[in-house]
């Protein structure tokens, strides 16, 4: 069975912390990205932590050159315990990332790095499909942690995972955007996690919700 990761991307701080408190008796993983950052600070990774003791990944879908990746990087480790960053712009600025990970993993602190391969929008069809598989190969060739791949898409979600069968996948795409979770459920395994965002956290009651999608992993 695949864990589950919320997405948490809500605007308030206070909310944050309630509805992440709330549902961790039933979420494995939290993400959180851009919306809830630039919304506080960097230092809610840390705050969000303290209060659930979850495993926190920030979601920046860093896209950079090498340079300013490790940059954005070594800001970003020092809060969560895993990043996520892009695959598309290549092997050179992804393996910058990889490097600030193993300095924590030489100081006996495990961090993840997470490199999307194809997207779950509408939009992800025109540009990143083409490429994805390449992307996907070079998750393997890197030995990143884990790739994103898209819930609503099952087929390639499924062929992305036997690309780069090393790493573990996150996939979004069930709840708000229409995934088939029974789909998908044929595809994960126990080591990758299924990301839940407004489904949970819109709900009038996350908790119920986030209970109800753990039940159905
Ligand atoms: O369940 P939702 O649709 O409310 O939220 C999905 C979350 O996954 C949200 O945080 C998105 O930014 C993220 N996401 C996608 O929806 N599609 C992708 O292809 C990739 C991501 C993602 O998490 O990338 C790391």
């Keep these: 069975m695949p864990k589950l990761m919320l997405a948490l991307d809500v605007l308030d701080e206070s909310e944050a912390i309630k509805i992440s408190e709330e549902t961790s008796e039933y979420v494995d993983c939290i993400k959180i990205g851009y ?7 960097l230092g809610i990774i840390k705050r969000i932590k303290e209060k659930t003791n979850k495993e926190v990944i920030c979601d920046f879908k860093v896209a950079d050159i090498p340079a300013t990746n490790e940059k954005i990087a070594r800001l ?29 993993k030489q100081v006996g602190n ?7 391969t194809e ?20 998750a393997g060739k890197l030995n990143v942690d884990g790739i ?27 709840g708000a955007q ?9 595809v994960l395994d126990e080591n990758d996690y299924v990301i839940v965002g407004r489904a949970i956290y819109l709900n009038e009651n996350p908790k119920e919700s986030a209970k109800k999608y753990k039940e159905l992993l």
């Design 35 to 41: 919306p809830l950052v630039l919304a506080t600070d």
């Design 148 to 174: 994103v791949a898209p819930s609503t898409r099952p087929t390639r979600l499924k062929e992305l995972k036997e690309i780069a069968n090393n790493a573990f996948v996150i996939s979004p795409g069930v």
């Design 119 to 138: 997207m779950s929008h509408e939009g992800a069809k025109s540009f990143m499909q083409p490429i994805a598989n390449e992307i996907a190969k070079m």
């Design 178 to 186: 229409g995934g088939d979770l029974q789909e998908v459920l044929k």
């Design 110 to 116: 495990s961090k993840k790095v997470i490199m999307v």
């Design 76 to 104: 970003t480790l020092n809060y969560a315990d895993g990043i996520i960053c892009q695959g598309f712009v290549g092997l050179d600025s992804v393996k910058a990332i990889i490097n600030v990970a193993e300095e924590y």
